[in-house]
């Protein structure tokens, strides 16, 4: 066998160093608002790229501050996920600013989806918007539904979806891969809802209040029985005089447990149940203390179903 000549060794390094950048280069940039569309997000591109979490920790969407680096992710990317004005408010002008030339799914503006109106009347508290308050402008065309989309497993399907259509719109090279982690998807989401519709058969005629009304579409999907909620929004906590309402409704409603969420004080829903035999427990619909990844939406659901069962099951 004859030895390779120097200058062909070298080229081949040359080669090497060169094309793989190229190729990681191919990989588009995506952002993505929020832990749950994240993970779905992450799923389709898992062994391509990993998309960018704009609001990450305790951040409240409703509220959070972008820093420079963030807003320097949404000038550079080719494809941002967001809900949409009603959640992510503070998001809305710095992506209509700052996206040109980026693709942008809006779950909210979505076709065909699973949505549902914001509930009012006996233990569910009337209320101007999602944000409990009125603005001065018309474009909150979705003010008055349950923005949290993702809690059905339909709409999360959807959301993949559009995802794996749009990049590989966006990165043809690997639109196979895309469509193959969107098909592996669906099937996890199939897998998981068999699992809890299975595991909340056991509390469906039970009831319950949630904190604030977020958790309408998985209520629906698995048939719960929720009836009422503590505050027309997180970020506006009740009064003395709601909470001496909360309590004489609490009593009327016959709900068997009250959920609180991990980003406030457990006090106010101490408060409400004192005195009273209706047992706590803890809803998150965000995943505040989830790892992002791939896996944070499944490990969402599961976190609600088994907090559900473990609450109201007792």
Same mark, same amino acid.
């Given at each position: 066998?004859?030895?390779?000549?120097?200058?062909?060794?070298?080229?081949?390094?040359?080669?090497?160093?060169?094309?793989?950048?190229?190729?990681?280069?191919?990989?588009?940039?995506?952002?993505?608002?929020?832990?749950?569309?994240?993970?779905?997000?992450?799923?389709?591109?898992?062994?391509?790229?990993?998309?960018?979490?704009?609001?990450?920790?305790?951040?409240?969407?409703?509220?959070?501050?972008?820093?420079?680096?963030?807003?320097?992710?949404?000038?550079?990317?080719?494809?941002?996920?967001?809900?949409?004005?009603?959640?992510?408010?503070?998001?809305?002008?710095?992506?209509?600013?700052?996206?040109?030339?980026?693709?942008?799914?809006?779950?909210?503006?979505?076709?065909?989806?699973?949505?549902?109106?914001?509930?009012?009347?006996?233990?569910?508290?009337?209320?101007?918007?999602?944000?409990?308050?009125?603005?001065?402008?018309?474009?909150?065309?979705?003010?008055?539904?349950?923005?949290?989309?993702?809690?059905? $497993?339909?709409?999360?399907?959807?959301? %993949?979806?559009?995802? +794996?259509? #749009?990049?590989?719109?966006? *990165? @043809?090279?690997?639109?196979?891969?895309?469509?193959?982690?969107?098909?592996?998807?669906?099937?996890?989401?199939?897998?998981?809802?068999?699992?809890?519709?299975?595991?909340?058969?056991?509390?469906?005629?039970?009831?319950?209040?949630?904190?604030?009304?977020?958790?309408?579409?998985?209520?629906?999907?698995?048939?719960?029985?929720?009836?009422?909620?503590?505050?027309?929004?997180?970020?506006?906590?009740?009064?003395?005089?709601?909470?001496?309402?909360?309590?004489?409704?609490?009593?009327?409603?016959?709900?068997?447990?009250?959920?609180?969420?991990?980003?406030?004080? $457990?006090?106010?829903?101490?408060?409400? %149940?004192?005195?009273? +035999?209706? #047992?706590?427990?803890?809803? *998150? @619909?965000?995943?505040?203390?989830?790892?992002?990844?791939?896996?944070?939406?499944?490990?969402?659901?599961?976190?609600?179903?088994?907090?559900?069962?473990?609450?109201?099951?007792?």
């Amino acid at each position: 066998m004859h030895p390779v000549p120097p200058f062909r060794v070298f080229l081949l390094l040359l080669t090497l160093m060169i094309c793989q950048p190229i190729a990681a280069a191919t990989a588009p940039a995506v952002v993505v608002s929020i832990k749950p569309l994240h993970s779905l997000v992450a799923g389709v591109m898992q062994g391509v790229a990993e998309p960018a979490l704009l609001i990450s920790g305790n951040q409240s969407p409703h509220t959070f501050t972008l820093a420079p680096s963030d807003v320097r992710r949404i000038k550079g990317a080719e494809l941002i996920v967001w809900v949409g004005e009603t959640l992510e408010t503070p998001l809305a002008k710095t992506i209509a600013a700052n996206s040109q030339g980026a693709q942008v799914i809006e779950f909210m503006e979505m076709q065909d989806i699973v949505r549902a109106g914001l509930r009012e009347g006996g233990a569910w508290d009337a209320h101007a918007d999602h944000h409990g308050e009125k603005h001065g402008h018309e474009h909150h065309s979705h003010a008055r539904e349950d923005v949290h989309l993702w809690l059905s $497993p339909l709409n999360a399907g959807h959301l %993949v979806d559009a995802v +794996a259509g #749009s990049l590989a719109a966006i *990165d @043809p090279e690997n639109a196979k891969s895309y469509r193959s982690n969107a098909t592996a998807l669906h099937e996890r989401i199939a897998r998981l809802d068999a699992e809890l519709t299975s595991q909340l058969a056991t509390v469906t005629d039970e009831p319950y209040i949630v904190f604030h009304d977020a958790y309408q579409l998985f209520e629906r999907h698995y048939g719960l029985n929720a009836v009422g909620s503590v505050v027309v929004s997180p970020g506006r906590m009740p009064g003395a005089r709601r909470i001496h309402e909360m309590r004489e409704r609490l009593v009327q409603s016959g709900a068997k447990c009250i959920f609180s969420e991990p980003q406030f004080d $457990p006090g106010l829903i101490r408060t409400i %149940v004192e005195g009273t +035999a209706v #047992s706590t427990g803890t809803l *998150d @619909p965000v995943g505040v203390d989830l790892e992002p990844g791939d896996g944070a939406w499944f490990e969402l659901m599961r976190n609600l179903a088994n907090a559900l069962v473990e609450c109201l099951g007792d």
